[in-house]
Each structure stands twice: as structure tokens, then as C-alpha cells.
T-cell receptor, first 113, second 116 residues
Framework: DAMVIQNPRYQVTQFGKPVTLSCSQT?????MYWYQQKSSQAPKLLFH???????NEADTPDNFQSRRPNTSFCFLDIRSPGLGDAAMYLC????????????FGSGTQLSVL | AQKVTQAQTEISVVEKEDVTLDCVYE???????LFWYKQPPSGELVFLIR??????QNEISGRYSWNFQKSTSSFNFTITASQVVDSAVYFC?????????????FGQGTRLTINP
């Protein structure tokens, strides 16, 4: 059974139209991450939550926001998607610490028209 | 700054051949963690193995084996008797601590294709 679930699998939005991607986990992990992966590139960390503490990467555009209403759910909001935001968005969870392995969801492929 | 280099962008072999994926890393930390993840066409990254900087013992898991050498800053991955199901993109990653969590620095990935 999937432990990190992302919905939807594919999302199409229009240029400038806000979009929200969702992620849920059944692992009860403290940490949830959002990665952006463009075609043929490595995943790039956007931000993470350690419990309720939000940690933004320095180079993550302001256009990207996140919410974590409870332990199980985390959302990625893109306020005004541009063509360059088309990518696979991967959610992951882990326990606390640099040793922990990440559990990834299957991702949401975002297209911007 | 931490960096991971996977020099092989793509590898294509015939089934049952052995194949080695190279990974070289850079870090100034004395304590660090290395990982390999597999990304099949379905998109989900799957954890394969992790190593901490104090454990240079090589590991074998079925057809998979890993060679960690601090002297050359390498953490190479070998698949023995490859199978079509091994076709995927493989990422090597270095972990650094970040506010109770971790930040994975990924290599660019190696796309492995196993042909029947």
C-alpha cells in the first residue's frame, strides 16, 4: 500500500492560474519535503516542514508556498504558475535527522498552458 | 559546498551483463551520509541503500552491491546479471543536516537501459 500519496497524478493549469498539489502520508513522519524535478534533471528541494516548522530553500521562488495543516497532509501552492514551473513535483517524508531515508510519492506532473 | 557527480549520463547494456554506476562526491564534513535511489518510469524514487562516512564496509544485496571508498570519495553501485526490470534512472545523493531534517544533494542521475 502506498505510504506517501500524491494527488493528482497529472495536473494541467493555465499560465497565471493558482494551483494546489496535495500530499498525504501514513507513516507519521515528522518531516515532509517538496521537490521539483524538471525533465532529465535531478530533484531540487523547494522546502520542508519539520513538524510545523517551515523551512524554505534560499533559491525557492516566492511564487511557491506550502501548508501543513496536520502531520499527515502537506500542500504545495503555486500562486501564479509560469511556463518554467512545468515539472514533476515530488513529495517525500522522513524521520528526523540526516541519516533517515526518504519515502517518496509518485509525483504530480504539472503542465502549464 | 557539497557536490555529487555522476559522470555517466546514460548507460545501455544487454540483459545479464554486469554494470557499474559511478558516483563521486565532495564534502568538507567529516560526518556525512550517502544514498542511492532508483527512479523507475513510474516516477517514484525508491531508496536502495545508505552509508555513513564511518562505515566503509561494502554491501551486497542480491544482485546489487555497493563499493564505498573514502580515499577516492566514491560510492559506486554495481548490478550483477542485469535484468530488464533494472531499467531506471539511478541517483546518488549526499545528505546534510538541515533544521532537524536533511537536505539531499543529488547527482544528475544515470539513466540505465537494459535491453532484452
Amino acid at each position: 500500500d502506498a505510504m506517501v500519496i500524491q494527488n493528482p497524478r497529472y495536473q494541467v493549469t493555465q499560465f497565471g492560474k493558482p494551483v494546489t498539489l496535495s500530499c498525504s502520508q501514513t507513516l507519521n513522519h515528522n518531516v515532509m519535503y517538496w521537490y521539483q524535478q524538471k525533465s532529465s534533471q535531478a530533484p531540487k528541494l523547494l522546502f520542508h516542514y519539520y513538524d510545523k516548522d517551515f523551512n524554505n530553500e534560499a533559491d525557492t521562488p516566492d511564487n511557491f508556498q506550502s501548508r501543513r495543516p496536520n502531520t499527515s497532509f502537506c500542500f504545495l501552492d503555486i500562486r501564479s504558475p509560469g511556463l518554467g514551473d512545468a515539472a514533476m513535483y515530488l513529495c517525500a517524508t522522513s524521520g528526523q535527522g540526516a541519516w533517515e531515508k526518504l519515502f517518496f510519492g509518485s509525483g504530480t506532473q504539472l503542465s502549464v498552458l | 559546498a557539497q557536490k555529487v557527480t555522476q559522470a555517466q549520463t546514460e548507460i545501455s547494456v544487454v540483459e545479464k551483463e554486469d554494470v557499474t554506476l559511478d558516483c563521486v562526491y565532495e564534502t568538507r564534513d567529516t560526518t556525512y551520509y550517502l544514498f542511492w535511489y532508483k527512479q523507475p518510469p513510474s516516477g517514484e524514487l525508491v531508496f536502495l541503500i545508505r552509508r555513513n562516512s564511518f562505515d566503509e564496509q561494502n554491501e551486497i544485496s542480491g544482485r546489487y552491491s555497493w563499493n564505498f571508498q573514502k580515499s577516492t570519495s566514491s560510492f559506486n553501485f554495481t548490478i550483477t546479471a542485469s535484468q530488464v526490470v533494472d531499467s531506471a534512472v539511478y541517483f546518488c545523493a549526499l545528505s546534510e543536516a538541515a533544521q532537524g531534517a536533511q537536505k539531499l544533494v543529488f547527482g544528475q542521475g544515470t539513466r540505465l537501459t537494459i535491453n532484452p
